[in-house]
Nanobody, 121 residues
Framework: QVQLVESGGGLVQAGGSLRLSCAASGGTFSSWTMAWFRQAPGKEREFVAARGWSTYYGDSVKDRFTISRDNVKNTVYLQMNSLKPEDTAVYYC?????????????????WGQGTQVTVSS
């Protein structure tokens, strides 16, 4: 049974930083692609970053966010710098049993419960 548990969300002022963590269990973490998505109220789920054999970033977060992973701790991180009010959303960790990273939510079979990030202006 795959489980993903996010942590690290909170309230931060614009220009600040946060680091999200996602602890995974229930499988061979090192062979998965791990990704972050986000969803703001009234909006569709948006791709943020993914790391498998390759690493991808959404255009709106490129050069500000960094995805990394620790295959010993079975944890993926999202370092978010220079945060903007438009980054406010619930952030979700996702996993797929393939090293081929993809930006499409439907390609990820496993999801965490989400963690709220709020950026004040």
């Amino acid at each position: 049974q795959v489980q993903l548990v996010e942590s690290g969300g909170g309230l931060v002022q614009a220009g600040g930083s946060l680091r999200l963590s996602c602890a995974a269990s229930g499988g061979t973490f090192s062979s998965w692609t791990m990704a972050w998505f986000r969803q703001a109220p009234g909006k569709e789920r948006e791709f943020v970053a993914a790391r498998g054999w390759s690493t991808y970033y959404g255009d709106s977060v490129k050069d500000r966010f960094t995805i990394s992973r620790d295959n010993v701790k079975n944890t993926v991180y999202l370092q978010m710098n220079s945060l903007k009010p438009e980054d406010t959303a619930v952030y979700y960790c996702a996993a797929r049993f393939s090293g081929a990273a993809t930006t499409t939510p439907n390609n990820y079979a496993y999801w965490g419960q989400g963690t709220q990030v709020t950026v004040s202006s």
